[in-house]
């Protein structure tokens, strides 16, 4: 499975934006995927996730603010981001599980930075 993120961006604190995660060679609604973060001098942090079933999860930061999608059609996962804060700044990732269960496959990162 190869992953690529798009969508980032500067926007003002109380706008939005909309990250897009396609994947080729590989099925998306077979995998538990998945938006990561990582702010400059933090640890890295599952923002989303959704799994196969369409069963989602999301930090309790962004939760009310960001909703996470899948489009099959496409096999594109998306991360539609509202109300975005200046502690959202971050580089943000998209991930994929393998067999075992564990965060295997990862896109480039993209670029968010929320000004005050």
């Known amino acids: 499975v190869q992953l690529q993120a798009s969508g980032g961006g500067l926007v003002q604190a109380g706008g939005s934006l909309r990250l897009s995660c396609a994947a080729s060679?590989?099925?998306?609604?077979?995998?538990?995927t998945g938006w990561f973060r990582q702010a400059p001098g933090k640890q890295r942090e599952l923002v989303a996730s959704i799994g196969r079933s369409g069963t989602t999860y999301y930090v309790g930061s962004v939760k009310g603010r960001f909703t996470i999608s899948r489009d099959n059609a496409d096999n594109t996962i998306y991360l539609q981001m509202t109300g975005l804060k200046p502690e959202d700044t971050a580089v943000y990732s998209c991930?994929?599980?393998?067999?075992?269960?564990?965060?295997?496959?990862w896109g480039q990162g993209t670029l968010v930075t929320v000004s005050s």
């Open positions: 991930a994929a599980t393998g067999p075992t269960g564990q965060w295997t496959y």
């Open positions: 060679r590989g099925d998306f609604s077979r995998h538990f």
